[in-house]
């Protein structure tokens, strides 16, 4: 009964590749995020979608693409992963008064 | 764009004090203000938010206080409790606007 959820929950991977990590949600919010939260902890947003539809996209490099293919769903490919993409990502979603509930993290090692 | 402060960056108390985490914020159209807690390893989560039509709020031995003219809000914590140990994050927004934007962060020890 998880309000939201992500796997995988740890990722090691090689520089040049290719991975996606998943976000579910079964709270029935309409807004999703993914956050990115680096190793001196900021929490920086990287990407929201409001009922599939990307409403935010911060300066995020192109190698980064989200995809919502329904509202309770929101991924993350990443493309070309490099050295600097190593962190924790954060997938949350988002009450109608403002609340956000974040998932369990994802945390991404690139070598 | 919102810019939100956070101060101090470490804070270490004894068991059974206070502590405040201090908060400021650039856009004056925010109103709505959340704190997270994050322990180690863990989801941040939600423990308090404020919204901008009152000044203070209280959940047990946590509050939060905002002042809208000066563009701070903070949280206080009493009695603190070794479990209380952990990264404490503010946000600032505006309701229904779809943007937190958070603090730096406050790592707050509390010693036995």
């Known amino acids: 009964d998880t309000a939201v959820s992500q796997t995988p929950k740890y990722l090691v991977t090689q520089m040049g590749n290719d991975k996606s990590i998943k976000c579910e949600q079964n709270l029935g919010h309409d807004t999703m995020y993914w956050y990115k939260q680096d190793s001196k902890k900021f929490l920086k947003i990287m990407f929201s979608y409001n009922n599939k539809e990307l409403i935010i996209n ?17 991924n993350l490919h990443i493309n070309s992963l490099e050295l600097g993409d190593s962190a924790v990502y954060f997938c949350a979603s988002k009450t109608g008064v403002g609340e956000q509930y974040f998932g369990p993290g994802t945390r991404l090692t690139v070598t | 764009g919102e810019n939100v402060e956070q101060h101090p960056s470490t804070l270490s108390v004894q068991e059974g004090d206070s502590a405040v985490i ?45 002042n809208k003219t000066a563009k701070h809000f903070s949280l206080h914590i009493t009695e603190t409790q070794p479990e209380d140990s952990a990264v404490y994050f503010c946000a600032a927004s505006t309701i229904g606007f779809q943007k937190l934007v958070f603090g730096t962060g406050t790592r707050l020890l509390v010693s036995p």
């Not at chain 1, 911060?58 to 929101?74: I, Q």
């Not at chain 2, 203000?33 to 404020?50: T, V």
Request: glycine residues 4%; aromatic residues 10%.
């Open chain 2, 22 to 66: 201090k908060c400021t914020y650039s856009d004056s159209a925010s109103n709505y203000f959340p704190w997270y807690k994050q322990e180690l390893g863990k989801r941040p989560q939600l423990i308090i938010d404020i919204r901008s039509n009152v000044g203070e709020k209280k959940d047990q031995r946590i509050a939060v206080t905002l």
């Open chain 1, 58 to 74: 911060e300066t995020v490099p192109n190698r980064f693409s989200p995809k919502s293919p329904d509202k309770a769903h929101l």
